[in-house]
């Protein structure tokens, strides 16, 4: 077996990693600049960082994923990478044609000190940036953060770089989704124009890395949110962020910005956090929650009422980004079954008090962990269910233990691209998802005698 | 169709057979902007050393570098299975300032401890070549504590591409060459270098050494083994198969130890059986090899044709691009897609060079394509372009053909079934044939797909 070597006595490691339960800040950040209408992403550093981002990200998405790097060699790992960046920025739009480039450092441009502000102007001033055209940025070195800061440093440079408050303020929300899949953030917009709200949702992935088979390969899909909506969330009359980590930064920054003020909920998963965000909506927008969405609702509870036997007290284990973690945690409490492991490889020191909120105070519960302590965690109280990204599956196996594939990456199963987890259709697959597993298991374990054909 | 721009520095990687006459320009660097496909250091020599099962791979820098390689590329072993575990200093703000030996120290130290393996590759990554820890001094103490090889793999991932990257495998495994006792070895040994095992190929190409009366002394690095490796100078002839990773340690092994090299391909049927009759042709001392190398090229030959004329009769006439790491590899495919009568209309590579690029031209059509360090936005062009009908390449390529609505076949690192020796031959054709010739190629949209005629041109 291929974790054999996983003790179950857990010691104290200090200098070293196993097994990481998270990736690097560029790839969160490519991952919001993709949900920008034709926007290409730029990586500031050497080529490898690039092409494994993009290699990542095409695995989980099974799309092609476009992003351009300055091709980083020794002499500019000595002198610095402005000459770099430079000829990147008029590369690209000479030859890719995007509106907006969004660049990202790397752990290699960040320690030599590539000033990214000061590059940029001088990019502008020397007329390499094509007027109605963009450079946005962020620094993501992957020394600090994960992927879920990267994503939230890049959606913060969205809010840098686009946003105008003309002094007319309009009636429309901005919604900030989250470091989510591009299904959830379709879903979120259903929701909000369900209720005939009017919005913004930045960065929008949706038609981007789902989209459709057309027989021709497009550089830039139709989705992303496009550039006159990104300055017009500066007139906005409220910004919903969903999930503190991961979208907190850039409401924020939006709300100094531009006197746009926000609200910053959990992410929507499961019911008492879509409650959250559907009520918000409703009161930002003066209107009354639709039928639809309270059918949707209902249904949901429905299969939770339904087959409530069957997750009493099942027990699981959680491990992935710590804004799914929080709402996670408290989706699975709220159906009856008891988390009782939570990992998540992002640091952050509100985790642990938000998980214990979410899931009770005996829950196990740690912040930049990582796939070894994880495994230890479940060694030494076994669960009947994982939910966590595709690297899971060794422990799974390991443990013959059910495994509900959530998170990134997912490089072994569809479906992630394509149906939400979150708003209440995103509750009932989940359910589904959970109960398939949990009696999957029941039928295939029962006695010929147990063996049941009603469940 | 509009004319498709070509980056200004990326004008001479381009070629058309038949119409142009230039020589290609490559081996270049990327220029900076361009949407490349390349990799770099780090990762030429993590995919050669990863297959060492028994070794330890600890990965000295930030998480991402370690997160994107963990178990990424497949590499089956037959026994220990520590290199499928992902290790990584984690470096945080602080080591970059005050530098990361000392965590390294205590990593690896720990690691060592833990899972006793019989040698540990410690990787500096791009961060660890710019602050400057001294990896060396760490590898050399490390190893006089806890008595195994523990060896510094100069990886930065900026000095180079993915070749250099090999180049720093090789120096690392000439490291252990030589250090092992050869006393036992046959006298008819050969190592193998360049097979990575991925799918189970070192397994099949073996067996057919085997067959032929020919001990196969060490896969460099496939299922690997720090003893084999330790043993390899012992034996009596090195066979290089993927030439652009291991020919490198092939030289330094001649030269240090005077064993000869010839370069192989186990891809494609006349390419398998060159590799087994030249073997067999250096051990003419003994014709019986050669008597036995026939036999298993008539068994495993038999074995396959029926299967292979039915795909052939389907493929007649398909057209193929292909889009590979190492020129060599192409060489292969071509001859294997003509074996299958298709015709390539497109051949590119990362790495290839000047060399590799000349004999390219001479074996291609006319009015193929060859391209050096291509972008996802000419391949599909000329995908397009040439009607391709299948795209042979990597991960990154794989949803280009698909969104274009042509077949794929992936030669790369995410192999599951093997693609090396006769059984592995047919097992392209099949996976190409499956491909091609989907089904689901008719559930494209088209112009007529609701209904609406097709409008005429
Ligand atoms: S380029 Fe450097 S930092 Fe990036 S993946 Fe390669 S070694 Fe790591
Ligand atoms: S160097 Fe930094 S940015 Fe590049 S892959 Fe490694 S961790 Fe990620």
């Excluded at chain 2, 092994?253 to 030249?278: C, E, H, Q, W």
Aim: charged share 25%.
């Amino acid at each position: 077996m291929l974790l054999r070597h996983t003790p179950k006595e857990i010691k104290e490691r200090s200098a070293l990693t196993v097994n990481p339960a998270k990736t690097c800040q560029p790839v969160g950040a490519m991952y919001a600049a993709l949900g920008v209408h034709k926007c290409l992403p730029h990586s500031h550093g050497s080529q490898g960082c690039c092409a494994y981002h993009r290699s990542a990200l095409t695995r989980h998405y099974k799309e092609p994923v476009m992003a351009g790097t300055s091709s980083f060699t020794e002499g500019a790992s000595v002198f610095g990478g402005q000459a770099n960046l430079l000829e990147a920025i008029n590369n690209i739009f000479t030859i890719y044609n995007p509106d907006v480039i969004a660049v990202h450092t790397t752990c290699l441009s960040e320690t030599i000190g590539d000033d990214l502000t000061q590059i940029t102007n001088k990019a502008k001033e020397e007329g390499k940036v094509p007027d109605g055209k963009y450079v946005i940025k962020a620094n993501t070195p992957s020394y600090v953060g994960s992927h879920v800061t990267g994503f939230a440093n890049m959606v913060k440079g969205i809010v840098d770089a686009f946003p105008v408050n003309t002094g007319h303020k309009t009636n429309t929300i901005n919604i900030i989704p989250g470091y989510v899949e591009p299904s959830d953030m379709s879903e979120i917009k259903r929701i909000a124009s369900e209720m005939g709200i009017k919005t913004i949702v930045f960065p929008d992935t949706s038609n981007v890395l789902n989209g459709p088979q057309t027989g021709k390969y497009d550089m830039y899909p139709s989705g992303g949110t496009k550039i006159p909506d990104l300055i017009k969330a500066g007139d906005s009359k409220a910004t919903i962020a969903l999930g503190p980590i991961a979208s907190g930064p850039a409401a924020k920054a939006l709300d100094t910005k531009c006197k746009v003020p926000c609200e910053i909920l959990k992410l929507p998963i499961g019911i008492k956090a879509t409650d959250e965000f559907v009520d918000r909506l409703r009161i930002l927008g003066g209107v009354s929650v639709s039928e639809e969405i309270k059918t949707e609702r209902g249904q949901a509870v429905d299969v939770i009422t339904d087959m409530q036997q069957y997750f009493a007290g099942k027990k699981a284990a959680l491990i992935g980004d710590p804004d799914q973690m929080v709402s996670l945690a408290g989706f699975l409490t709220d159906i009856g079954m008891k988390v009782r492991h939570v990992v998540t490889g992002t640091s952050g020191k509100k985790f642990e008090k938000r998980i214990r909120e979410a899931a009770g105070e005996d829950v196990n519960v740690k912040e930049g962990g990582d796939y070894f302590y994880f495994h230890q965690l479940i060694k030494n109280e076994k669960v009947d269910l994982i939910l966590g990204n595709s690297y899971s599956k060794y422990i799974s196996r390991d443990e013959d233990i059910p495994l509900i594939r959530f998170g990134f990456p997912i490089y072994d199963r569809v479906g992630h691209q394509y149906n939400p987890c979150v708003g209440y259709r995103g509750a009932m697959r989940l359910l589904e998802n959970i109960l398939n597993a949990l009696l999957d298991r029941q039928d295939r374990d029962a006695l010929e005698e147990k063996f049941e054909l009603v469940m | 169709m509009e004319k498709l721009k070509i980056l200004e520095g990326r004008r001479g990687q381009v070629f058309e057979k038949g119409k142009d006459a230039f020589k290609l320009n490559c081996g270049v660097k990327s220029t900076s902007g361009a949407v490349s496909q390349r990799a770099c250091v780090f990762c030429g020599s993590r995919v050669v050393l990863y297959p060492i099962t028994d070794a330890l791979h600890l990965v000295h820098g930030p998480i991402g570098c370690a997160a994107y390689t963990w178990d990424i590329r497949g590499s089956m072993s037959s026994g220990p299975v520590i290199n499928r575990h992902s290790f990584s200093t984690d470096l945080r703000e602080i080591d970059v300032i005050y530098g990361g030996a000392e965590k390294l120290y205590k990593a690896a130290s720990q690691l060592i401890d833990k899972h006793k393996p019989e040698a540990a590759f410690i990787y500096s990554t791009c961060i660890v070549g710019l602050i400057g820890d001294d990896v060396e001094a760490v590898c050399k103490k490390l190893s006089e504590e806890k008595k195994i090889p523990v060896i510094n793999v100069d990886s930065a991932g900026f000095k180079g591409t993915k070749k250099d990257g090999y180049k720093a495998a090789c120096e690392s495994i000439a490291k252990l060459v030589g250090t092992g006792d050869i006393s036992m070895i046959a006298p008819y040994s050969i190592n193998i270098l360049g097979e990575f095992n991925l799918a189970g190929e070192a397994w099949i190409i073996k067996d057919y050494y085997t067959r032929m009366g020919v001990n196969v002394n060490a896969v460099i690095t496939g299922d690997g083994r720090v003893a084999d490796l330790k043993r390899a100078h012992g034996a009596a002839l090195n066979v290089v198969q993927c030439a652009g990773s291991m020919t490198y340690l092939a030289e330094i092994m001649k030269k240090k130890y005077n064993i000869p090299f010839i370069r192989v391909s186990y891809f494609g049927l006349d390419d398998m059986t060159s590799a087994l009759y030249d073997v067999a042709a250096f051990f003419e001392k003994n014709p019986e090899i050669n008597e036995r190398a026939g036999m298993v090229v008539k068994d495993e030959m038999d074995a396959i044709m029926p299967g292979l004329l039915r795909y052939r009769k389907a493929l007649s006439g398909k057209k193929a691009a292909l889009y590979v790491g190492g020129a060599f590899k192409a060489f292969s495919l071509i001859k294997a897609l003509r074996v299958l009568g298709m015709d390539v209309v497109l051949a590119g590579s990362q790495t290839g060079n000047k060399e590799d690029y000349e004999d390219l031209k001479k074996i291609c059509d006319d009015g193929a394509i060859i391209i050096d360090d291509a972008n996802p936005q000419e391949l599909s062009r000329y995908i397009t372009e040439k009607k391709a009908d299948v795209l042979i390449g990597g991960v990154k390529e794989r949803p280009i053909a698909y969104k274009i609505g042509i077949g794929f076949c992936d030669h790369n690192h995410e192999r599951k079934i093997p693609l090396a020796g006769y059984a592995g031959m047919l097992n392209f054709a099949g996976e190409v044939y499956s491909s091609v010739m989907s089904p689901v190629w008719k559930l494209v949209l088209r112009n007529d797909t609701f209904g609406q005629k097709r409008s005429r041109p």
